[in-house]
């Protein structure tokens, strides 16, 4: 039979929260440095993090999409693929973009 569609969603949902955590650790281990070098480093800590998300999203989605044998179902299961992946994008952005508003004074401030 396989998973239904459903499936993909919650992984995207998972990775980028996971993804979105290792972002809020990194940026708090990057010490504060002169000149702003470190608000940068954490900007583009938290861009390789998403691509990072991104790629892990889509290949668990896509070794899942894999193991579905019925061509309507594995067809469906490679759409909601694309699908969740832009969810969890999205998802990852978001709430990065309201951590970051949030928590404006910290150093998760300086990504946006």
Do not use: E
């Not at 998973?3 to 993804?19: D, E, G, K, M």
């Not at 583009?44 to 691509?51: A, G, K, P, Q, Y």
């Not at 889509?58 to 309507?72: D, E, R, S």
């Amino acid at each position: 039979m396989g998973p239904s569609t459903s499936v993909a969603y919650v992984w995207a949902i998972v990775i980028s929260l996971a993804f979105l955590l290792i972002a809020v650790i990194i940026a708090n281990l990057i010490s504060n440095k002169p000149g702003g070098k470190d608000v940068s480093q954490r900007r583009v800590w938290f861009w390789v993090c998403l691509v990072l998300a991104l790629a892990v999203m889509l290949t668990v989605n896509l070794i899942t999409a894999y193991g579905i044998h019925i061509p309507t179902r594995h067809s469906d299961y490679i759409t909601a693929t694309g699908l969740s992946t832009a969810l969890g994008a999205l998802i990852y952005v978001g709430l990065g973009m309201g951590l970051s508003k949030g928590m404006s004074r910290s150093k998760i401030g300086s990504w946006f």
